[in-house]
């Protein structure tokens, strides 16, 4: 039951093509090769990328892979240490796969995520959080979708200093981007077979801002009118979500509570390490990610969890409509968390990142 639920929120069987689809492919030089543009990321990334890069080595899913690191000098013309070259990449393959990427805290540098979701104009961030088989948590048979708006709201980065001591940021909401990502999020429930769409919001208190989100909202749900569309306000969704989650079915919302509530939502299943995410931009542009950290303290001592990559790739590969090699991979990652004896530290397990992945490969 689980595991038919979970590749529900990956695939819709009856048309998936329609929300997580691109036309416009690159091709490498071997006309039967896809070219994907993948970035290992900081700390543990470089190890579950290669991860990544084994399963689909052994499933023998036709990409190949163009590999950007992140640089160790500012690049001017992204104001950032992500290189413009790097950008280019996805822009041209319009496909990739992302690891975690560490941004300095404090230090004045422009978030490499932050950057990638401006210069590639990744509007929405989808992110499915669906009990896994075979691993227990507090809830079972957790189904829903969190859609994030992810170009503006508090995370525009538009902050400055008034006088001493005393700082301001702005949050932006515009009406191009809020039906942009209604629009995504009606479309994506009405294509998947979901019943409700609720957004989440603040506007008893910022009437003008979360007051125009809503706006955009209603105007949207409109013309979806066999879709239930209901209203949340923001502390009361987190009191349901934790209360009972299958309140809620598909949900939509600015920036900023966006990334909260869908940590929380991973929070259900498990965790971070359990959850994929796939960002959505305008000309077919599909930037799957793990959304966890990037786990310094582990990096290089083989006792990273792949298992967020490794989904978030088996997005990618829905998104090329290559369903039956995502189905493959994806039932070998549930067959191998199931089982439970190749599990890594953060699941209650001791195995490595290499005898999990193994175990995986094993299953293809």
Not at 206 to 221: N, Y
Not at 239 to 264: A, Q, T
Not at 325 to 332: E, L, P, R, S, V
Request: include cysteine; aromatic fraction near 6%.
């Amino acid at each position: 039951m689980a595991s038919h639920l979970f590749r529900r929120v990956l695939r819709n069987p009856n048309n998936s093509s329609r929300v997580f689809s691109s036309l416009d492919r690159s091709f490498s030089s071997d006309s039967n090769l896809i070219r994907a543009t993948i970035f290992p990321g900081d700390g543990i990334g470089p190890e579950i990328a290669q991860s990544v890069k084994q399963v689909f080595s052994t499933a023998g899913v036709p990409i190949e892979w163009e590999e950007h690191y992140v640089g160790t000098e500012i690049d001017p013309r992204t104001q950032s240490f992500l290189t413009w070259e790097s950008l280019e990449s996805v822009r041209r393959n319009k496909v990739g796969l992302k690891g975690p990427m560490a941004t300095p805290i404090g230090k004045g540098h422009r978030s490499l995520n932050l950057t990638l979701r401006k210069e590639l104009n990744l509007y929405a961030n989808v992110r499915p959080c669906y009990s896994l088989p075979g691993y227990k948590t507090r809830y079972d048979n957790v189904d829903l979708i969190t859609i994030r708006e992810n170009t503006e709201g508090e995370y525009s980065g538009l902050e400055h200093q008034v006088v001493r001591g005393v700082v301001e940021s702005l949050k932006i909401i515009t009406r191009q981007a809020s039906m942009r990502v209604a629009e995504y999020a009606f479309h994506y429930a009405k294509t998947h077979g979901r019943q409700r769409v609720s957004a989440i919001h603040k506007a008893n208190i910022m009437q003008k801002t979360d007051g125009l989100f809503l706006k955009c909202c209603r105007e949207v749900a409109e013309k979806y009118p066999e879709i239930v569309y209901e209203e949340v306000v923001i502390d009361n969704c987190c009191m349901m979500l934790v209360k009972n989650p299958s309140l809620f079915d598909v949900l939509v919302m600015p920036n900023l509570y966006g990334d909260i509530i869908s940590d929380l939502c991973a929070g259900l299943i498990g965790g971070l390490g359990l959850t994929p995410s796939c960002n959505i931009g305008e000309g077919g542009i599909a930037l799957a990610e793990a959304v966890h950290g990037s786990a310094p303290d582990i990096a290089g001592k083989n006792l990273a969890n792949p298992t967020a990559l490794l989904l978030s790739a088996v997005s990618m590969l829905r998104h090329l409509e290559l369903n039956d090699k995502a189905d493959q991979i994806q039932d070998a990652i549930l067959k191998t968390i199931a089982e439970g004896r190749y599990r890594t530290g953060d699941l209650g397990g001791k195995s490595t990142t290499t005898e999990f992945t193994n175990a995986v490969c094993d299953h293809l």
